[in-house]
């Protein structure tokens, strides 16, 4: 149960922002020493919502919990939909699941599908910054060579993000990080069959080699609430002669409205979680990341 004695510094904020997003609903306030569910907390009074485009019942979504026939299995696979966290147990009150990271000021699921973990994948895409002789670019300060990840613009709030996105029941993490690339950074949905073969064939190429698993687990979202929560798997795919991406045009599609290769540095404002995955990236690979060699002793 991470979390659950007091969200850490940094781990449960933006699940506590006001409006919520998409709406003009206030979250309760909740205070940094009552974010943990072992703090009693007796007053604590929790805003309901849960936007109507979620109550209107779409696929990707669970029926109310107060629906007869609706009997959710939490904690394990429910038929495709997978129920399980990341991060262990959690625990069910008055039928309703409990964030594991803490209270957040709002009840219900705001803009998420399910009760529970929503599960994400986030492909992070990186090649080497080279000069036009095709050598790899040093940054002048820290050393290091410069990495660059396929960054895509959000149409929903602007900020710049992996392009990732929700796991369809029943499908494989690998199927959606390849999905959601194809779809947000190289817009295959509205290209010919022709296309999307060639665009198949080089993502085949990409997603076929080694890569590294950067992160599992809860996201810190600002459409989390009480009872539905993101998670996420975040995966690098490191193509380091860029001659596969150099193959593939990136064309914004799906939920994007721009893409474009970006240099990852600590000077990236990122949407959600996602600095601290592009963060780790650049320490796993040994490329730039900061300026000022004393950063690497302070946490996420």
Same mark, same amino acid.
């Given at each position: 149960?991470?979390?659950?004695?007091?969200?850490?510094?940094?781990?449960? &904020?933006?699940?506590?922002?006001?409006?919520?997003?998409g709406s003009k609903v206030e979250r309760s306030q909740v205070p940094n020493e009552k974010v943990g569910w072992l703090v009693e907390w007796q007053d604590y009074n929790p805003v309901e919502y849960t936007a109507v485009s979620v109550l209107a019942g779409p696929r990707w979504a669970d029926p109310q919990i107060s629906e007869s026939n609706f009997y959710p299995k939490f904690n394990e696979k429910d038929g495709h939909v997978e129920r399980k966290s990341q991060n262990?147990?959690?625990?069910?009150?008055?039928?309703?699941?409990?964030?594991?990271?803490?209270? =957040? %000021?709002?009840?219900?699921? @705001?803009?998420?599908?399910?009760? %529970?973990?929503n599960h994400a994948a986030d492909p992070i895409i990186t090649r080497w910054k080279r000069d036009s002789s095709g050598n790899k670019i040093t940054h002048p300060v820290s050393g290091k060579h410069?990495?660059?990840?396929?960054?895509?613009?959000?149409?929903?709030?602007?900020?710049?993000a992996i392009p990732g @996105?929700?796991?369809?029941?029943?499908?494989?993490?690998?199927? =959606?990080?390849?999905?959601?690339?194809?779809?947000? *950074?190289?817009?295959?949905?509205?290209?010919?069959?022709?296309?999307?073969?060639?665009?198949?064939?080089?993502?085949h190429k990409?997603?076929?080699?080694?890569?590294?698993?950067?992160?599992?687990?809860?996201?810190?979202?600002?459409?989390?609430?009480? &009872? *539905?929560?993101?998670?996420?798997?975040?995966?690098?795919?490191?193509?380091? =002669?860029?001659?596969?991406?150099?193959?593939? =045009?990136?064309?914004?599609?799906?939920? *994007? @409205?721009?893409? /474009?290769?970006?240099?990852?540095?600590? /000077?990236?404002k990122l949407y959600a979680s996602h600095s601290q995955f592009i963060k780790l990236v650049a320490e796993k690979r040994d490329a730039h990341w900061s300026e000022d060699s004393e950063t690497d002793c302070h946490g996420l």
């Open positions: 149960m991470s979390g659950s004695n007091g969200a850490k510094e940094n781990s449960h &904020n933006k699940a506590r922002t006001s409006p919520y997003p262990g147990l959690y625990e069910i009150e008055n039928g309703r699941p409990r964030n594991p990271a803490g209270r =957040t %000021g709002l009840v219900g699921r @705001g803009l998420l599908g399910r009760w %529970g973990p410069i990495l660059q990840f396929v960054a895509i613009k959000r149409k929903d709030c602007g900020e710049w @996105g929700m796991v369809d029941a029943g499908e494989k993490i690998s199927a =959606t990080l390849k999905r959601e690339f194809g779809e947000e *950074a190289l817009n295959s949905l509205q290209k010919s069959s022709a296309e999307k073969k060639e665009i198949e064939e080089q993502l990409l997603f076929s080699q080694e890569h590294l698993v950067i992160y599992k687990g809860y996201v810190d979202d600002p459409r989390n609430t009480d &009872n *539905a929560w993101m998670e996420t798997e975040a995966v690098n795919y490191h193509d380091e =002669t860029g001659e596969i991406m150099d193959n593939l =045009t990136l064309e914004a599609g799906d939920d *994007a @409205g721009k893409v /474009k290769w970006v240099d990852i540095s600590e /000077k990236l």
